[in-house]
């Protein structure tokens, strides 16, 4: 099952990896959560949305859920590929 959740100003986690905003960010520039939303989790069954005291449903399937899951593995060689260049410094 594919899962995709992210905490805003910390962090998105795919399919069981966590990925830095960083990371996530140079893939999914335009990603953004409305002000009031804190976080979200997608499964392709459920978008759950949570502003950090309440929480509601959101539309299934989530087009910007689906980019996301779709673009996973180009997230790993990414995320890879950063991780070499910073070590290299």
């Known amino acids: 099952m594919s899962i995709f959740a992210y ?5 998105a986690h795919i399919n ?6 960083e990371v996530f960010h140079t893939l999914h520039k335009n990603f953004k959560l409305d002000d009031e939303v804190r976080s979200v989790i997608y499964d392709r069954q459920k978008t759950v949305f949570n502003d950090g005291i309440n ?6 399937p989530w ?4 980019k996301i899951i779709l673009r996973f593995d180009d997230l ?3 995320k890879k590929h950063l991780e070499e260049s910073q070590s290299l410094l």
């Open 55 to 60: 929480q509601w449903g959101g539309p299934v």
């Open 16 to 21: 069981g990896v966590q990925f830095s905003l």
């Open 7 to 11: 905490v805003k100003d910390r962090y």
């Open 63 to 66: 087009e910007d859920g689906e």
């Open 76 to 78: 790993l060689m990414m």
